[in-house]
């Protein structure tokens, strides 16, 4: 594995895990009952960015570095994935 594609391994799995840690607790503007004029209901009441990215972070180099583990211990090998896959080639030829 090279240094660009750990890098970009990780910027997909960071992106990911943001996507699933933002909305987790989230208490709206309705919901604390507080609107903003010009802002919906539905936009978070305190956000808690910095929070949120610390937490992704965390959570992205806890999966990220299993992953490279998996990939640099060669324990799963593209032999390993191609027979997990083969009844797929089998049907297209």
Same mark, same amino acid.
């Given at each position: @594995?090279?240094?660009?594609?750990?890098? !970009?391994?990780?910027?997909? $799995? +960071?992106?990911?895990?943001?996507? $699933?840690?933002? &909305?987790? =607790?989230?208490?709206?503007? *309705?919901? %604390? *009952?507080?609107?903003?004029? *010009?802002?919906?209901?539905?936009? &978070?009441?305190?956000?808690?960015? =910095?929070? =949120? @990215?610390? $937490?992704?972070?965390?959570? %992205?180099? !806890?999966? +990220?570095?299993?992953? !490279?583990?998996?990939?640099?211990?060669?324990?799963? *090998? @593209?032999?390993?994935?191609?027979?997990?896959?083969?009844?797929?080639?089998?049907?297209? =030829?």
């Amino acid at each position: @594995m090279t240094l660009f594609s750990a890098f !970009v391994l990780f910027a997909v $799995i +960071w992106f990911l895990t943001l996507f $699933i840690v933002l &909305p987790l =607790r989230l208490t709206t503007q *309705g919901e %604390a *009952g507080v609107v903003v004029p *010009g802002t919906p209901q539905s936009a &978070p009441a305190d956000a808690q960015i =910095r929070k =949120r @990215m610390l $937490i992704t972070t965390g959570v %992205a180099l !806890v999966i +990220w570095g299993s992953i !490279v583990a998996i990939v640099l211990s060669e324990a799963v *090998g @593209m032999e390993d994935i191609d027979v997990l896959f083969r009844w797929t080639y089998q049907d297209t =030829r």
